[in-house]
């Protein structure tokens, strides 16, 4: 026989969440103490070094980069800002209709690409995305 919700201690509704928390974390404790127990340690001095994408490591690591590099970090989060403000929109485009009236929400949306299509349009003739014409710096 089962008891009703009512009776059970609030606190008992989450226990299987704790319990499914508690389990990811021992294994990921328990894979990485196996791998450390298990596996062989040889520091040698290969590899103690630094390694970055298979090219040694000379000189100074404050070494001037890019304006280019910037330049499509940049990009990288205008375009993720668009992402986010499309989302929500895409969300409610059904319901539009009724509170601002039938088309409101597409042309809202089409003024909007077409800010970000001025944009693009911008940076591919500034040669931003040309990476065959890099010259070290703009």
């Excluded at 209709?97 to 500034?126: D, Q, R, S």
């Amino acid at each position: 026989m089962t008891t009703p919700a009512s009776t059970i201690p609030y606190f008992w509704q989450y226990l299987p969440l704790l319990l499914q928390i508690l389990a990811a974390f021992g294994m990921g404790l328990g894979m990485a103490f196996g791998s450390y127990f298990i596996g062989k340690h040889r520091n040698t001095k290969t590899k103690l070094a630094t390694y970055e994408c298979g090219i040694e490591a000379v000189g100074d690591a404050r070494g001037r980069f890019s304006v280019r590099f910037y330049m499509v970090a940049m990009l990288f989060i205008l375009f993720d800002v668009e992402v986010v403000f499309m989302m929500p929109w895409a969300v409610i485009y059904r319901d539009l209709p009724k509170y601002v009236g039938p088309w409101f929400g597409f042309w809202e949306m089409l003024v909007y690409l077409g800010f970000v299509a001025v944009g693009l349009f911008y940076i591919v003739k500034k040669g931003i995305l040309d990476w065959s014409n890099d010259k070290g710096d703009l």
